[in-house]
């Protein structure tokens, strides 16, 4: 798998040794790459080829800022151009009178149900009163996992068995909603294939009998260069009026959303982070971007960093980091600080550079470790944490006995240390992670 | 039961199969390649994979004197059918007292659906089946699987909505020795194949598994949807490394023709594709046959 595309320019660039102006010879070596990565993420070849277009269009003759390389520069405008093509986050329209109509429609399997019951969960948290509605009278079971989830909400769900057809099940409810002076009105209807002449009708029909005032597409973050057919298809008969994207949480670039808002022109408006019903988060076109490319989430990363961080520590190691002062006293506080933010892998998968080196550690590993390495760093004096330099074999001796190790697993840490701080170093002269700093300290 | 071409039959937007159109009836030249990458590309198979299909077929194209670009769709086909291999047979040890096949994959898959199709092939074997209710997170997944449970005739055991999976499929063990049953196929609870607490938990319900029944599971089949692009590569990674994959279920080939990422799963990481799952119904699956599923992919109809 492809690491960061920033790293990879920059080695296409580094080869081609130019600097200021990029020419056209030079874009087209480096859109070479971008393609591929695209391709990679899934994002639809078509898509691609127009999308490159564009970039080709704005990169040729392009000033290189004197604090970028070349190779950051083509990453700028790739992303640039990437956040346009994604546009802005959508907002659910429920203006006018209610009760407004919300429908769910896509292919089985990519999230309806689940996500039915988070849409819901965030409406009656903003003050509303919805009422789902269980409109997949074909799938075993699934009206009673509508129920279940309601249930679990403490939101009401309309359901009518599976021998009544869904438009009728669907109207009902919506007078139902009336007389019971619900707001939003969220139908979770069956998966179907867009090819799937009889079931596109229905649908098609639920919809000219409740009105619905948003009809939302639930796509599968892993989904291929199928994306575009899908989402146009049900846009064609539909006109859809928003997208979600769901199971971003997994390692799918997602690039699918690129070809599906490309093809349909609808904003997303929502992304599914998880199978609990608070797993739910409006779209931030930034964070995907980043993904798309390879980048590492570094958004999401800074804001769980922000929820879990401590921010006097935080303000302090970023600047330390930046600085390059950081020693192992401070790797200390980091791991500690990186605990609480779950799974070290997860953690370091979300950090470019870091995501190659997260699939070599196991878990186990990881976990382990990192207890091994608080008990060795804890041993050491503060005068050894803050000079690594110092340890000598009758120092290590004692922490190897302090801590329960051996001689050998300190000195595997002094080194994973130094190249952490050498990692860092090259992070802060990156003009991309140069505003980390910054992050980790602000609010 | 409907052939495979026939399920397809109403789907006429196959990628590969506008190859001909594409490349038409001149000779050979870059725009060709060109060509023929963006329909390979188009159809999820992916660069790496699409590279080396394209290195292969200018070898053989000047190796074999190949002028035409029409000539080429015969070679890609060839290509295509080599990178799968053989057909998978898997041999059953009649043998044995117990196979257990435990079924695994990210969360709407097509995992319990497919159980129910496995029920249905392998009861027209003269298979005695139970099922194991091993989700016991997703709400209602317990019930899903006890109704297509009934419609197939198949004892499920089930334990409490939030309860230990673990024990489930312990139970569902004894349940089988009690009944004499010689198949036991455990339903998993999908799950994203980088989430470490939840791979871990699939991997003690293998070592349930192996320690209460020889050699189990004697099968452990990933269900991949066939819409998914390059991170059904991952999934099988994923999956493969925590608890060992023997075979792959490629579900909802019902759609267009789809499901190229199946070439890299099976020539990169060498895992063979054991069914596809063609619908909603019981009887919508069939063994893998590579012949007929390039055949597919290029949407042949005479
Ligand atoms: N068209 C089509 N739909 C399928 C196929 N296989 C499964 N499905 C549908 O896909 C949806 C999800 O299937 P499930 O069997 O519930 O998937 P699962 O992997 O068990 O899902 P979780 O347990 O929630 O992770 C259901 O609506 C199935 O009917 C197939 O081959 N073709
Ligand atoms: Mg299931």
Redesign the pocket.
């Known amino acids: 798998m492809f690491e960061n595309l920033s790293d990879k320019l920059q080695a296409v660039f580094d080869r081609l040794n130019k600097r200021g102006i990029l020419n056209e010879q030079d874009v087209d070596v480096a859109l070479r790459e971008v393609r591929l990565a695209l391709l990679e993420a899934d994002v639809n070849f078509k898509v691609v080829k127009e999308f490159l277009a564009r970039v080709k269009l704005r990169a040729i003759g392009a000033e290189v800022h004197k604090s970028l390389t070349p190779g950051q520069a083509v990453v700028k405008i790739v992303h640039e151009e990437l956040l346009t093509t994604l546009g802005e986050p959508g907002k659910l329209d429920l203006g006018g009178p209610a009760p407004h109509v919300i429908m769910l429609v896509g292919?089985?399997?990519s999230g309806k149900t689940?996500t039915a019951a988070k849409l819901a969960l965030r409406l009656r948290n903003s003050g509303m009163r919805p009422i789902l509605v269980a409109a997949?009278t074909?799938?075993?079971a699934?009206i009673l996992q509508l129920e279940q989830l309601g249930k679990q909400l403490n939101i009401p769900v309309h359901a009518e068995g599976n021998k009544i057809p869904p438009p009728q099940i669907c109207q009902n409810a919506v007078s139902h909603a009336v007389q019971g002076a619900y707001d939003v009105v969220i139908l979770d209807t069956?998966?179907?294939?867009q090819i799937?002449e009889t079931m596109m009708a229905e649908v098609e029909k639920i919809k000219a009998v409740t009105k619905p005032q948003e009809v939302l597409l639930v796509a599968d973050a892993m989904t291929g260069q199928e994306a575009v057919n899908i989402a146009d298809a049900f846009n064609k008969r539909l006109g859809l009026t928003g997208l979600i994207l769901t199971k971003v949480d997994g390692d799918a670039r997602g690039g699918a959303a690129i070809s599906m808002r490309a093809v349909t022109g609808v904003p997303i408006k929502f992304m599914g982070e998880g199978e609990k019903p608070d797993a739910f988060e409006p779209f931030y076109p930034d964070r995907l971007a980043g993904r798309i490319l390879g980048m590492g989430d570094m958004l999401s990363l800074i804001e769980k960093a922000q929820v879990n961080y401590d921010e006097a520590e935080a303000a302090k190691t970023a600047e330390k980091l930046m600085s390059a002062k950081f020693d192992l006293d401070d790797f200390l506080g980091q791991i500690r600080q990186i605990k609480k933010m779950g799974p070290l892998n997860e953690v370091m998968a979300m950090i470019p550079g870091l995501n190659k080196l997260s699939k070599e550690l196991t878990p186990d590993m990881t976990d382990k470790q990192l207890k091994r390495v608080e008990a060795i760093i804890s041993s050491m004096t503060m005068h050894e944490r803050h000079n690594p330099d110092v340890l000598n074999a009758s120092r290590k001796r004692r922490v190897a006995k302090g801590s329960g190790t051996s001689v050998q697993e300190i000195n595997q840490i002094v080194v994973q240390f130094r190249q952490t701080q050498k990692m860092m170093k090259q992070m802060s002269t990156n003009p991309r992670m140069r505003g980390l700093g910054g992050m980790f300290g602000k609010r | 039961m409907p052939s495979l071409r026939e399920t397809l039959a109403r789907t006429r937007n196959s990628i590969l199969g506008r190859i001909q159109t594409v490349l038409g009836q001149a000779d050979i030249s870059d725009e060709t390649w060109d060509d023929l990458e963006s329909l390979l590309l188009q159809s999820d198979i992916g660069a790496p994979t699409t590279e080396k299909l394209l290195t292969n077929l200018r070898k053989r194209a000047a190796s074999e004197g190949i002028v035409k670009a029409s000539a080429l769709r015969g070679v890609l086909r060839s290509e295509l059918v080599a990178l799968l291999g053989p057909k998978a047979t898997p041999v059953h040890d009649a043998k044995l007292l117990l196979e257990v096949i435990m079924?695994v994959?990210?969360?709407?898959?097509?995992?319990?659906?497919?159980?129910?199709?496995l029920c249905h092939l392998y009861l027209k074997h003269g298979r005695k089946i139970v099922l194991a209710a091993a989700?016991t997170f997703?709400a209602a997944?317990i019930d899903?699987l006890q109704i297509w449970g009934e419609r197939s005739g198949v004892p499920v055991i089930a334990g409490a909505p939030n309860s230990d999976p673990g024990a489930v499929v312990y139970d569902a063990v004894q349940a089988s020795f009690n009944r004499k049953a010689d198949l036991l196929i455990v339903?998993?609870?999908?799950?994203l194949h980088t989430k470490h607490n939840l791979m871990q938990e699939l991997k003690k319900l293998r070592n349930v598994l192996s320690r209460s029944v020889h050699d189990a599971p004697h099968q452990t089949l990933l269900?991949i949807?066939?819409a998914n692009g390059q991170n059904a590569i991952n999934q099988a990674k994923g999956f493969a490394e925590a608890v060992g994959v023997t075979g792959v279920i490629l579900?909802?080939?019902?759609?267009t023709p789809k499901g190229g990422v199946t070439f890299a799963i099976v020539n990169e990481l060498g895992i063979p594709i054991r069914y596809?799952?063609?619908?909603?119904k019981m009887t919508?699956?069939q063994e893998f046959d590579p012949e007929a599923f390039v055949a597919n992919l290029f949407d042949e109809k005479e």
């Open positions: 292919l089985q399997g689940t997949d074909y799938r075993p699934a069956a998966g179907r294939l799937d | 079924v994959g990210v969360n709407g898959s097509g995992k319990t659906t497919s159980i129910a199709k989700d997703r997944a899903q339903d998993t609870a999908g799950r269900v949807d066939a579900t909802k080939l019902d759609g596809i799952g063609t619908g909603e919508d699956l």
